[in-house]
T-cell receptor, first 114, second 116 residues
Framework: KAGVTQTPRYLIKTRGQQVTLSCSPISGHRSVSWYQQTPGQGLQFLFEYFSETQRNKGNFPGRFSGRQFSNSRSEMNVSTLELGDSALYLC?????????????FGPGTRLTVL | AQKVTQAQTEISVVEKEDVTLDCVYETRDTTYYLFWYKQPPSGELVFLIRRNSFDEQNEISGRYSWNFQKSTSSFNFTITASQVVDSAVYFCALSGLNSGYSTLTFGKGTMLLVSP
């Protein structure tokens, strides 16, 4: 089975721009979660989508948004980029058939904001 | 609120040494899950193990073993006869019933450096 894929792998943007990151989950997985990883704050949960609905959201400003499509693929968008948004953005998928199914992570998108 | 503490920021060992990575957690949930992930330099988080709060049995998988002790809220990870390929950052994580299990709370990670 193919793993979680994320595109693009690297991205460079300037302050004030917006960016869209894409995540394709493992086939059959219906839950997609997003995490931000920075040296200072570590790994932090952004949001989770299941069957096209956002089910949980972390403590991030409204500039961070996401969506999920009917094929379970997900996108996250960051508007009005700030220098502090530079990070590795990781997407994870799980089947969510029962309890706490394991989340499997993609390789991440490394975003640099100049 | 949930919290995971990995007190060891960095550990350096020589190949073939045994090494234990510590993880202490806090949660008010009675049902929760604990995880360990490995992050090599490539950046992808690789799943290693999941353990639920009702299963305190220790587990061994090859050179890896995990010790879960609910009484001390710890879930430690031991690598026996370490190898250079074990060099990575290791994260302990927790998910609980109150968040619908959808949120992983991570520790800050322990960087393991194994030298030849």
């Amino acid at each position: 089975k193919a793993g979680v894929t994320q595109t693009p792998r690297y991205l460079i943007k300037t302050r004030g721009q917006q960016v869209t990151l894409s995540c394709s989950p493992i086939s059959g997985h219906r839950s997609v979660s997003w995490y931000q990883q920075t040296p200072g704050q570590g790994l932090q949960f952004l949001f989770e989508y299941f069957s096209e609905t956002q089910r949980n959201k972390g403590n991030f400003p409204g500039r961070f948004s996401g969506r999920q499509f009917s094929n379970s693929r997900s996108e996250m968008n960051v508007s009005t980029l700030e220098l502090g948004d530079s990070a590795l953005y990781l997407c994870a998928s799980s089947s969510k058939l029962q309890g706490s199914d394991t989340q499997y992570f993609g390789p991440g998108t490394r975003l640099t904001v100049l | 609120a949930q919290k995971v503490t990995q007190a060891q920021t960095e550990i350096s060992v020589v190949e073939k040494e045994d090494v234990t990575l510590d993880c202490v957690y806090e949660t008010r949930d009675t049902t929760y899950y604990l995880f360990w992930y490995k992050q090599p330099p490539s950046g992808e988080l690789v799943f290693l193990i999941r353990r639920n709060s009702f299963d305190e049995q220790n587990e061994i998988s090859g050179r890896y073993s995990w010790n879960f002790q609910k009484s001390t809220s710890s879930f430690n990870f031991t690598i026996t006869a370490s190898q250079v390929v074990d060099s990575a950052v290791y994260f302990c994580a927790l998910s609980g019933l109150n968040s619908g299990y959808s949120t992983l709370t991570f520790g800050k990670g322990t960087m393991l450096l194994v030298s030849p």
